[in-house]
């Protein structure tokens, strides 16, 4: 037999088949997104809104770990969009990651870009997400990843298992909202509802009829899959007399803890068991927010699922609703996050670093501009904008990685600082005016190959101190520490954990407060990393990381791929 390599790449019902040999082929599972205007009513009435296959959530991907799936995207909206892969590392291939401007330009109306989405060991839930201006409010959906063909969950297999998105709906368009932010230089109308899984629930008008439903049998254990797509706010989550038990987040296995209700950021996925073991009857599922900062306009609406026993009996008239922690209620915020253990068994080992080659301190403001003649509707007429490390980040007018792949000169500096150009009393309640204009710029940091880096947020309570959760592309971090107030570098790294910490894609630094994470920088690329907050993240909140390539061609960016959406 003739020794060669033969490479075929075809399509076939759905499928990519990779075979390499004359034996060995790889079916990688082919989807394909159609992004459009679809009507859909909420609330008593009805707007057009992005969707991908009309579907609002979107679609659920399906993969086992150490999969590749394909997706082909195709743009008949009306504006332009990207798509990220929300914690999919995608090892040494940034160029499928999605985020505009960052490692790609977006895909205009009309045109269509194949994205690759490479698994590497992430095990449990993920989502992915439009990531330009604020449309991922309508356009995002679940990614569940099963354990690797052979092998099972570290816990019973449960009898089913639910992804649960939770979500924010406005009745104004998406882009105008958007579009009047940014013009007017202020804060954004709140929310008009919270959703679960499309649908706002009872306690709205207009909704009680398409109220979700969980259909569940007595005795059976299930596996929910919990994903906050909410654009502005870190929610609570809990079910009406019964507890969750955390296994996971961020789709890597938690040592399993008992809870009556989540704390879960925009971008943070938990997986949650809990077993239907209460007397047979209707029970609400809700969510409502959690805000931290003082004097932080939110929507104060809670948003409401049925949990509904399968069998013959009479239900209550009305659900039962479950005790939430109250809107501002931080101490509770941070328990349930503060609770988060890596499973950190022989099957699922932690490598946290433990020589640190690169430190980093960065601080995380919300921050103002003066405007002309005060004519903005920020505090005092000024624009409304957030900083890390005092640089508010702007976006450029081609992507980061095309311009760092290709050598296209003065697309961005190369300068963002390590620590913060001034040092103050972080959390005091009164600081001075002067601290609260940050510089604008196009600033990347730069990572060597395979360091090691510890990052440790501060919040700010400059204009006002809020709540930031932290997202990563690229990575999964360990969290490694964190408190309340200013962090002190004697004492503090004291208290690490260095033994068990959870390892995930998106962490709520608290207000007013620190967390402290590290990971190593062997994915090269460039990877952003910003508030999950999108109007943080749109006033500047933002960094870009470029890891700079190895030592041989597995330690190489893969080359850009055909069809690149053009600037």
């Known amino acids: ?115 690759t989405i490479i698994f590497s060991s992430e095990e449990g839930t993920l989502w992915w997400h439009a990531h330009s201006e604020w449309d991922r409010a309508t356009v995002h959906g679940a990614i569940v990843i099963y354990p690797k063909k052979g092998t099972t969950y570290p816990f019973p297999k449960p009898h089913a298992d639910f992804p649960i998105i939770l979500g924010e709906w406005w009745k104004e368009d998406i882009g105008q909202l958007y579009n009047e932010t940014i013009q007017s230089g202020g804060d954004p109308n709140i929310s008009n509802a919270f959703l679960i899984n499309g649908q706002p629930g009872d306690l709205y008008p207009c909704s009680k009829p398409d109220t979700f439903k969980l259909m569940v049998d007595y ?219 940050p510089k604008q710029g196009t600033e990347v940091k730069i990572l060597e190959y395979n360091a090691t880096v510890e990052i440790v947020f501060q919040g700010t309570n400059l204009v006002a101190g809020d709540d930031h959760p932290m997202h990563l592309h690229g990575f999964s971090f360990y969290v490694v520490g964190w408190g309340l107030g200013n962090f002190d570098e004697d004492k503090d790294p004291l208290k690490y954990n260095l033994v068990d910490p959870p390892l995930q894609n998106t962490i709520a630094v608290p207000v007013n407060g620190w967390t402290a994470i590290r990971f190593k920088a062997d994915n090269p690329g460039v990877w952003f990393m910003h508030c999950h907050l999108d109007r943080h993240m749109s006033w500047g909140m933002d960094v870009t990381f470029i890891v700079k390539n190895g030592e041989g061609l597995g330690a190489q960016i893969l080359a850009p791929p055909p069809g690149m959406p053009p600037c």
């Open 219 to 437: 005795g059976k254990t299930y596996l929910l899959r919990l994903i906050n797509s909410a654009v502005q706010e870190i929610l609570f989550f809990s079910i009406a007399n019964h507890k969750v038990t955390v296994v996971g987040s961020d789709a890597s296995y938690t040592k399993p803890f008992s809870s009556d209700y989540v704390t879960i950021s925009p971008g943070q996925t938990i997986d949650l068991l809990f077993t239907a073991d209460q007397s047979p009857n209707n029970y609400y599922i809700a969510a409502k927010a959690y805000v931290g900062g003082a004097g932080i306009l939110y929507d104060n609406t809670t948003t409401t699922a049925i949990l509904q026993y399968n069998g013959n009996y009479t239900s209550t008239s009305t659900p039962s609703l479950p005790n939430l922690p109250s809107h501002n209620d931080t101490k509770a915020s941070v328990h349930f996050t503060g609770s988060l253990r890596s499973l950190a068994d022989k099957n699922h080992p932690v490598d946290v670093p433990r020589n640190i080659t690169t430190p980093l301190f960065y601080t995380l403001s919300v921050n103002t501009i003066p405007c002309l003649n005060n004519s903005c509707a920020g505090p005092n007429g000024t624009r409304l904008a957030a900083s890390v490390n005092n640089i508010s980040f702007v976006d450029p007018s081609i992507d980061i990685l095309q311009a760092y792949y290709y050598h296209v000169n003065g697309a961005f500096g190369t300068r963002f600082p390590n620590f913060p150009p001034f040092l103050f009393n972080f959390t005091a309640q009164d600081l001075p005016l002067y601290l609260q204009t």
């Open 1 to 115: 037999m003739l020794a060669m390599k033969i490479l075929i790449s075809l399509q076939l019902l759905g499928l990519t088949l990779l075979c390499v040999g004359i034996f060995h082929c790889q079916a990688w599972p082919r989807y394909t997104f159609v992004v459009d205007e679809t009507p859909y009513r909420r609330l008593c009435s009805t707007k057009n809104i992005l969707t991908v296959n009309g579907q609002f959530p979107g679609p659920t991907l399906y993969a086992h770990t150490g999969d590749t799936i394909i997706v082909d995207v195709y743009n008949k909206g009306n504006r332009n969009i990207t798509i990220h892969w929300h914690g999919a590392k995608q090892p040494r291939n940034p160029w499928s990651d999605g985020p505009d401007y960052i490692t790609q330009c977006p895909i205009q109306p009309g045109g269509s870009f194949t994205q």
